[in-house]
């Protein structure tokens, strides 16, 4: 069973393009999670998603960011606009349903510069 | 909101010897779970063991351990026969049984190993 697989690995940006970071979720995981990771910090959520719902996005900025987990194809990590604040590691993890534990994937770099 | 603090932002173990790694978190539920993560150089998260809050036993996964002291709020991880492959960063952290299901992480602890 392969494991969750993000991608692009690195992805570097100019300010006020957009970054589209992708995430494959394990065989049989219908439940996905974004997080951040900003340099020297621990990792903050961002958003969880099921298949073509957010379930919550608390953890968000409300303004550039977006997420989506259609039925067929990866979630997707969308940021407009980006600025240098936005360079971090994003993680994306994912679990099957009723399951507590989450797996995570090898991460995007973004550097916006 | 739940907070994980991890008090110690860097150790350093003598290769073959043991470490402990400390945790606190702060809740007012009484069904959660609680993680340690490795995140090696290359920057992949990975599971290193979970207990679940409902569980007295401590969990143990090979060289790992936990002591998990649920009224003082406490979860701390000791790792013992260190090897050059345990330095890494390691992170604490909370999910809820009830409210959702995210993760909630501590700042990390680096750790060194010494041969």
């Known amino acids: 069973n392969a494991g969750v697989m993000q991608n692009p690995r690195h992805l570097v940006r100019r300010r006020g393009q957009e970054a589209r970071l992708r995430c494959s979720p394990m065989k049989g995981h219908s439940h996905v999670y974004w997080y951040r990771q900003l340099p020297e910090e621990g990792l903050k959520f961002m958003v969880y998603l099921q298949k073509e719902n957010i379930i919550d996005e608390s953890g968000m900025p409300k303004e550039r960011f977006s997420a989506e987990f259609p039925k067929e194809g990866p979630s997707i990590l969308r940021i407009q606009q980006v600025v240098r604040g936005d360079s971090a590691a994003y993680f994306c993890a994912s679990s099957p349903p009723g399951a507590y534990e989450q797996y995570f994937g090898p991460g995007t770099r973004l550097t916006v510069t | 909101a739940q907070t994980v603090t991890q008090s110690q932002p860097e150790m350093s173990v003598q290769e073959a010897e043991t470490v402990t790694l400390s945790c606190t978190y702060d809740t007012s539920e009484s069904d959660y779970y609680l993680f340690w993560y490795k995140q090696p150089p290359s920057r992949q998260m990975i599971l290193v063991i979970r207990q679940e809050a409902y569980k007295q036993q401590n969990a143990t996964e090979n060289r790992f351990s936990v002591n998990f002291q649920k009224a003082a709020k406490s979860f701390s991880l000791k790792i013992s026969d260190s090897q050059l492959g345990d330095a890494a960063m390691y992170f604490c952290?909370?999910?809820?049984?009830?409210?959702?299901?995210?993760?909630?992480f501590g700042a990390g602890t680096i750790l060194r190993v010494k041969s």
């Open positions: 952290a909370y999910r809820s049984g009830v409210y959702g299901n995210k993760l909630v």
